[in-house]
């Protein structure tokens, strides 16, 4: 009997070990899959890359992103170039990391590196300068990604311009003789854009490679947002409607094969495509790609008011976020040129620029930027050095990049 017990209290034991083993090893397994889902939902974590849901922008987190921003200038292009008014700002209030942290401190999300010429990307056709990205647009990335500001690179709208002109040598070289005046710059420029016009196709070809490159060099860097071109056709006149709604086809054209062509790198990048200045916007036509913003600048002139304004901005979301499904950007804001705040809105342009605020934050658009922190008082425009006080500065700071 005695063996008996003996024998049932091992079986139990044994049981009890089994089945020990048993629970720790579910409970192991258990946590092994636990780990292995928290792994995975570490590899997919959200990012603050940004990507067009509908109308709106949204990080990866799928919170809504309403973009708070100012353009920026920088020190290295001016002493590239120079300008007449702005080659011999003193360096200590040249652009500067600390600039793109009082954009942040003052509520702003976004700044825009404006602007870019692409002969400092591209001085050759088909011959990238990455001196230019290790030297210069590089850091200033770094400065945005650092600071978790997103940052728009842009590419300046060819024209001419009382400085020289404001496209690469080659645009011309071999194909026709140097324009040396407006009017054969607006030809070349206008052949640019006219995807009819052949012997242009291989400039057409290099500008999408010059942003094949930038999309490859940017690609990972979830802060960086594309912006193809600055003010396209912006001062180049038109021979008639004709010519008018001939290039509105071709500009879209052109922007959707630059978006494949980032695209072709990996890119996933918000990408925005400034509007065309055409005789009307009936005469912009659609780009048909995810992910694309349409950006529209509009400014209360001496001869546009800010009721005039306030119409032009509607008529530019109904033809964008209405007609063509897509979000807008309002790339560019305010009252310009500056001089004009002094005198036609000496004691109006506050409200000006409060009102102007107050309307876009009503609009259906995924933000707002107002040109340029350069104007603000102690920063690196030294034709306005000292314009705003810093009381005026603080002010405008305040109101452009509080939040909506």
Not at 204 to 229: E, L, T
Not at 293 to 311: A, G, Q
Request: some cysteine; overall charge negative; glycine content about 6%.
């Amino acid at each position: 009997m005695r063996n008996i017990y003996v024998r049932v209290l091992i079986v139990i034991f044994v049981l009890s070990l089994v089945c020990s083993f048993l629970i720790t090893s579910a409970i192991s397994q258990i946590t092994i899959s636990r780990q292995i889902q928290s792994w995975g939902e570490i590899a997919r974590a959200p990012t603050p890359q940004l990507r067009v849901n509908g109308l709106y922008l949204e990080d990866g987190s799928g919170q809504r992103v309403y973009l708070r921003s100012v353009n920026v200038d920088w020190n290295e292009r001016m002493k590239k170039y120079g300008t007449t008014s702005s080659a011999n700002s003193p360096e200590e209030s040249w652009f500067t990391e600390q600039d793109v942290e009082q954009i942040k401190a003052g509520g702003g999300n976004c700044f825009e590196l404006h602007v870019m010429r692409l002969q400092e990307v591209m001085p050759q056709r088909n011959v990238i300068d990455e001196s230019f990205f290790t030297n210069w647009l590089d850091k200033w990335v770094s400065w945005g990604e650092k600071n978790q500001v997103y940052f728009i690179i842009n590419i300046r709208g060819f024209a001419w311009t009382s400085w020289g002109p404001m496209y690469p040598r080659w645009l011309w070289e071999g194909i026709q003789p140097e324009p040396t005046n407006d009017a054969e710059a607006d030809v070349l420029v206008r052949n640019f854009f006219d995807t009819d016009i052949q012997e242009q196709e291989i400039n057409r070809q290099a500008f999408v490679d010059a942003w094949k490159f930038i999309a490859n060099r940017y690609k990972n860097n979830p802060y960086a947002i594309f912006g193809i071109m600055n003010e396209p056709l912006c001062t180049i006149t038109l021979p008639d409607s004709t010519a008018s709604v001939h290039l509105g086809s071709a500009y879209s054209a052109l922007m959707t094969q630059v978006i494949d062509g980032i695209r072709s790198t990996g890119a996933q990048q918000v990408v925005f495509v400034d509007k065309p200045f055409l005789w009307s916007l009936s005469h912009i036509q659609p780009v048909n790609r995810d992910n694309a913003v349409w950006e529209e600048h509009m400014y209360v002139t001496s001869s546009v008011d800010l009721n005039i304004w306030k119409s032009h901005v509607s008529d530019s979301v109904r033809r964008f976020v209405g007609d063509f499904n897509k979000p807008m950007y309002m790339g560019e804001y305010g009252i310009d040129p500056y001089d004009l705040v002094k005198t036609t809105y000496a004691t109006t342009w506050k409200d000006i620029i409060a009102s102007q605020v107050a309307y876009l934050d009503g609009l259906s658009i995924v933000g707002r930027q107002w040109h340029q922190w350069g104007v603000l008082q102690g920063e690196y425009y030294d034709y306005t050095t000292n314009y705003f006080s810093p009381e005026e500065s603080t002010w405008i700071v305040q109101t452009v990049l509080g939040a909506k």
